[in-house]
């Protein structure tokens, strides 16, 4: 079995700034980690996965997450934010070996503020 | 683009009436979740199905069932709802791993939000 613990459930963050989620993990396993995003009224998206190879993630819109095996976690970054990054997201884990559950963590929701 | 379609946005019902919640997915994948949504707690899995006619349950499956006649369509069933099942309800799906049935990587639908008074 596995947790995953979001530590801040709110991050205010002036537009530009730049910005952490933290995101700690728990398994007796090898896991997949990922990053999901919801916008106001809408389903969870996928923001980024590490599944293997390089331990650092990008996305498409500016985010990074670092997986540290040694510290089980998998911070979400972005060096610059913009009022569009508003959203909750979602820390996510699920043991690599076969027939596991997808474990999610409480959520941070990100305001930016203008 | 992976569709995941959950049939109402929106629904209010009373305490006891039963409510089926439809969930259709239209890229073909084996597997297929419902979640629930509730503020400070995240999302917690209520079932899951790994093929058709196939169920599991998941950490929270007390007052519901469900349904898998169809490889797209996953149906939600409350058979008797209570005021704390009020709550936002998600469907997702994904592809077989190679690993095993689920590489984590899911598709959600934009939700179900459902009130019982």
């Known amino acids: 079995a596995q947790s995953v613990t979001q530590l801040d459930s709110q991050v205010p963050v002036f537009e530009e700034a730049p910005v952490e989620l933290r995101c700690n993990y728990s398994?007796?396993?090898?896991?997949?980690l990922f990053w999901y995003v919801q916008y106001p009224n809408q389903g969870l998206q996928l923001l980024l996965k590490y599944l293997s190879g390089s331990t650092l993630v990008e996305s498409i819109n500016g985010f990074e997450a670092e997986f540290n095996k040694s510290q089980t976690s998998f911070h979400l970054r972005k060096p610059s934010v913009h009022i569009s990054d508003t959203a909750e997201y979602f820390c996510a884990v699920i043991g690599s070996g076969g027939y596991q559950k997808v474990t999610f963590g409480t959520g941070t929701k990100l305001q930016v503020i203008p | 683009d992976v569709k995941v379609t959950q049939s109402s946005r929106y629904l209010v019902k009373r305490t006891g009436e039963k409510v089926f919640l439809e969930c259709v997915q239209d890229?073909?994948?084996?597997?297929m979740f419902w979640y629930r949504q509730d503020p400070g707690l995240g999302l917690r899995l209520i079932y899951f199905s790994y093929d058709v006619k196939m169920k599991e349950k998941g950490d929270i499956p007390e007052g519901y069932s469900v349904s898998r006649e169809k490889k797209e369509r996953f149906s939600l069933i409350l058979e008797s709802a209570s005021t704390n099942q009020t709550s936002m309800y998600l469907c997702a799906s994904s592809l077989q791993g190679p690993s095993g049935p689920n590489t984590g990587e899911l598709f959600f639908g934009e939700g179900s939000r459902l009130t019982v008074l």
């Open positions: 398994s007796s396993v090898s896991v997949y």
């Open positions: 890229m073909d994948h084996e597997n």
